[in-house]
């Protein structure tokens, strides 16, 4: 139901969905996340093989950590080390991301998942 409006137009169109890096590498003690993001990257590589002939782009967003209230409770030196970069992202450095994707500029990439996480993985 979400994606017939676009393919029914006939027109370029761009999905972009998001995971996480768990998805990518796992994460102790989170199975189920980690299971659940790794779907979402099968299913937009998938999508982006059925759609790419009606010139419909779908792309993956995987961050790292992000900055909110969320991961400020499970922020530690253990945590901190994991990232070369030793900070967090911030929700508009993803935004600037999935901007760019939903561009014309990116009208050729497809079928990616993109990391964005400071070199965690």
């Known amino acids: 139901p979400l994606i017939m409006p676009m393919v029914r137009r006939r027109q370029a169109g761009r999905i972009i969905t998001l995971a996480s890096v768990s998805g990518l590498m796992g994460n102790r003690g989170q199975t189920n996340y980690s299971a659940s993001k790794a779907g979402i990257i099968a299913a937009s590589k998938s999508l982006a093989l059925e759609l790419a002939k009606r010139e419909i782009t779908v792309n993956c967003v995987a961050p790292g950590l992000i900055e909110t209230e969320m991961t400020e409770a499970v922020l530690s ?25 939903l561009s014309p500029e990116a009208a ?3 079928r990616q998942v993109i990391s964005i996480n400071r070199g965690m993985c």
């Open 108 to 110: 050729y990439i497809t």
């Open 77 to 101: 030196k253990e945590v901190m080390a994991m990232i070369p970069a030793r900070r967090v992202g911030k929700a508009s450095e993803v935004g600037s991301l999935v901007k760019y994707l």
